[in-house]
T-cell receptor, first 113, second 113 residues
Framework: AQSVTQLDSQVPVFEEAPVELRCNYS??????LFWYVQYPNQGLQLLLK??????LVKGINGFEAEFNKSQTSFHLRKPSVHISDTAEYFC???????????FGDGTTLTVKP | KAGVTQTPRYLIKTRGQQVTLSCSPI?????VSWYQQTPGQGLQFLFE???????NKGNFPGRFSGRQFSNSRSEMNVSTLELGDSALYLC????????????FGNGTRLTVT
């Protein structure tokens, strides 16, 4: 079985500062990796995904993530955050079926002016 | 293209009652997954349906059941409600559930009193 650990439950940053949200996973087989964002009172939206190929993945809203197989990590980064990036972010992993994904506990990103 | 639609948005039920939640996936999506989201347990996988068949199931009691219709619409039923069933129930659809990312609805907020 796979598992996902999001290392920070809350990350406060100032506007225009860089941010990194950390995600480690464990799995004995190759996996697909995803980052989703959830705004209050809404469902989750896909930010980016890693299926195969280049380990640096670019997503929407200026986010990117790097897949590191040796460290089993998939950290999310943004060079300059905005107030509107305040939300909860979830890292997810799946084996062969993204319909059955395992989610981390989420990281609340709070961007302060 | 219309997104994933979940109805109703809010529900208040009493212990012992049963409830049915509905989900209409994105047109053309054949896989529908259900997740329970609570502050304490995070996002927990309930089950996934593909072409009217339950393809995967999470670790929830038999009180939780679902089905999928020929038009890919899905319903989830919870019988004999318990206080602990209070949660946000999220439906997600994907093209075929393999490595296709999930598209989430805004959820149904169920409160059991």
């Amino acid at each position: 079985a796979q598992s996902v650990t999001q290392l920070d439950s809350q990350v406060p940053v100032f506007e225009e500062a860089p941010v990194e949200l950390r995600c480690n996973y464990s799995s004995s087989v190759s996996v697909y990796l995803f980052w989703y964002v959830q705004y209050p009172n809404q469902g989750l939206q896909l930010l980016l995904k890693y299926l195969s190929g280049s380990t640096l993945v670019k997503g929407i809203n200026g986010f990117e993530a790097e897949f590191n197989k040796s460290q089993t990590s998939f950290h999310l980064r943004k060079p300059s955050v905005h107030i509107s990036d305040t939300a909860e972010y979830f890292c997810a992993v799946s084996k062969s079926n993204a319909g059955k994904s395992t989610f981390g506990d989420g990281t609340t990103l709070t961007v302060k002016p | 293209k219309a997104g994933v639609t979940q109805t109703p948005r809010y529900l208040i039920k009493t212990r012992g009652q049963q409830v049915t939640l509905s989900c209409s996936p994105i047109s053309g999506h054949r896989s529908v997954s259900w997740y329970q989201q609570t502050p304490g347990q995070g996002l927990q996988f309930l089950f996934e349906y593909f072409s009217e068949t339950q393809r995967n199931k999470g670790n929830f009691p038999g009180r939780f059941s679902g089905r999928q219709f020929s038009n890919s619409r899905s319903e989830m039923n919870v019988s004999t409600l318990e206080l602990g069933d209070s949660a946000l129930y999220l439906c997600a659809s994907s093209l075929d559930g393999s490595n296709s990312p999930l598209h989430f609805g805004n959820g149904t907020r169920l409160t059991v009193t």
